[in-house]
């Protein structure tokens, strides 16, 4: 396999063409964004410790039977995934309510979610990721009714297994974000799952352990990635 053009670079992972149209490079940058890109500063290590984190993760979803993007790493900062077209939606589970919805509705932070909540939202930053329903994703054309219904079933079941997965570690999966697209016609998981786009907390102190830290300025944002890789058993 030979790398080959950049295709597109996002604010925290570019794409390079590989001599085979159905696979690509993902390459993890030590970039850390939020508020849309609003912020964007330099974390060390981070590429490489989410690089690690996504493979270990997506190999875990994989052997439990949920389609995924991911091929191999490749080197520290690289994996090798499936050329997928993206679905321009984020699944978002939440078992625990905190951020967006806990500005949206008014509820606790902290206050335990049954039966978890499901919510989409369309990825588009210029418009600050908006909030959108099943309506609007086959309205506009985002994806089919059937393919909406898919990536709703698979964030589910990736919730039983990455809920356990942490709490075994004695960490609790406050909620997180999924992406898809589609390969050969089917919807796989893709994009990456790391603590840039998941809530991770300790569960006896309930200490952050994700991009909060970063989003709020609490410092030791890499420290923490990595204490939840070694708790889960990624090898760094
Ligand atoms: P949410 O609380 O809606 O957003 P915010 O981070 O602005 O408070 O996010 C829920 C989870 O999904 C959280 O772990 C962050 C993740 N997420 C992303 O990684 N990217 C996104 O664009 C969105 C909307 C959520």
Same mark, same amino acid.
């Given at each position: 396999?030979?790398?080959?053009?950049?295709?597109?670079?996002?604010?925290?992972?570019?794409?390079?063409?590989?001599?085979?149209?159905?696979?690509?490079?993902?390459?993890?940058?030590?970039?850390?964004?939020?508020?849309?890109?609003?912020?964007?500063?330099?974390?060390?290590?981070?590429?490489?410790?989410?690089?690690?984190? !996504? *493979?270990?993760?997506?190999?875990?979803?994989? #052997? %439990? &039977?949920?389609?995924?993007?991911?091929? /191999? $790493?490749?080197?520290?900062?690289?994996?090798?995934?499936?050329?997928?077209?993206?679905?321009?939606?984020?699944?978002?589970?939440?078992?625990?309510?905190?951020?967006?919805?806990?500005?949206?509705?008014?509820?606790?932070?902290?206050?335990?979610?049954?039966?978890?909540?499901?919510?989409?939202?369309?990825?588009?930053?210029?418009?600050?990721?908006?909030?959108?329903?099943?309506?609007?994703?086959?309205?506009?054309?985002?994806?089919?009714?059937?393919?909406?219904?898919?990536?709703?079933?698979?964030?589910?079941?990736? !919730? *039983?297994?990455?809920?356990?997965?942490?709490? #075994? %570690? &004695?960490?609790?999966?406050?909620?997180? /974000? $999924?992406?898809?697209?589609?390969?050969?016609?089917?919807?796989?998981?893709?994009?990456?799952?790391?603590?840039?786009?998941?809530?991770?907390?300790?569960?006896?102190?309930?200490?952050?352990?994700?991009?909060?830290?970063?989003?709020?300025?609490?410092?030791?944002?890499?420290?923490?990635?990595?204490?939840?890789?070694?708790?889960?058993?990624?090898?760094?």
């Amino acid at each position: 396999m030979e790398k080959r053009q950049e295709l597109y670079a996002g604010k925290a992972k570019s794409v390079f063409a590989t001599d085979d149209s159905d696979y690509v490079v993902l390459s993890f940058r030590d970039d850390t964004s939020a508020f849309d890109g609003e912020r964007i500063e330099q974390l060390n290590r981070k590429g490489e410790v989410n690089n690690k984190f !996504n *493979a270990f993760i997506m190999q875990y979803l994989s #052997d %439990a &039977g949920i389609p995924t993007h991911f091929e /191999k $790493l490749l080197n520290a900062n690289e994996s090798l995934v499936k050329n997928m077209k993206m679905i321009p939606v984020e699944c978002v589970v939440r078992n625990v309510a905190s951020g967006s919805l806990v500005r949206r509705l008014g509820v606790e932070d902290g206050m335990e979610l049954t039966p978890p909540v499901f919510e989409f939202f369309l990825k588009n930053d210029a418009l600050h990721d908006p909030m959108v329903n099943e309506y609007h994703i086959e309205t506009f054309g985002w994806a089919k009714a059937e393919d909406v219904t898919k990536m709703k079933a698979l964030t589910f079941e990736v !919730n *039983a297994k990455l809920k356990k997965l942490f709490a #075994d %570690a &004695g960490m609790i999966l406050v909620d997180y /974000k $999924l992406e898809f697209g589609l390969f050969k016609g089917e919807v796989i998981l893709g994009d990456e799952f790391s603590p840039d786009g998941c809530r991770l907390w300790d569960a006896q102190t309930r200490k952050k352990l994700d991009k909060d830290r970063f989003r709020q300025g609490l410092g030791g944002v890499i420290e923490a990635y990595e204490e939840v890789a070694q708790r889960i058993g990624v090898p760094l």
